[in-house]
């Protein structure tokens, strides 16, 4: 995508101010890449004032892009408001699940700086070139990934937390360990959203069956080690 159509997608008059008002806070300079992207934002990479690399995810202002937002915001326990006001919540989620993921001790980038759309957080990999996602680099320790995936599941999940899109396609490779990524979709556990913890565990073992991993943990197993039971 030309350069031009990178910023008739994300940069509209609303998310200019925020990048700027980010820039002159030091969070932040010039914006390079894209280095992701996908239909309801942009990931971009920077230098903070400390000359460090960061990561920046715009999510973009557009409708189209956001059409499961209600939805989500219902089951996360709030009410909808004004489209901005739900961008801008759907961003804080984020945010604030990214945060909770990163103090239990998951691999996961560290978050920095959330501002209206936008998010400022650790830059997986080095010198701009961001770390391959894991359906694109296998050469890892298979067993260790599997094991450590699973107990990040239980471990968010027993903290009433589950990253509700978990596949190969959101964590890297990153020095041959897994880093998950991508919380956008992330929910509190309850009644209404075990269904979005199955289906990351079954995301996660049929990854793994079909890289010939054999010691694949039942689905109802690894729900017992969280403590879930169908009277929760």
Known sequence: MT???VFSHVFDEETLRNVNKLQGDGYISNLL???GTGKESYVFYSRDFHDNIVAVKIHRHNIDAFKSIPAYIRLRGRKSGGFIKQINDWTRFEYNFLSKAHNLGINAPEPIRCYENIIVMQFIGSEGNTAKLAIKDSDFNVER?????TKFIVSMAKNGMIHGDLSPYNILNYNGEPFIIDFSQAL???SLTINFLVRDITNINNWFLSLKYKNIKETKDILEEVGWKDDN
């Open 3 to 5: 350069k031009s159509k």
């Open 188 to 190: 509190k556990l309850s």
């Open 33 to 35: 890449g894209p280095i």
């Open 145 to 149: 990934w599997y094991t450590l995936l």
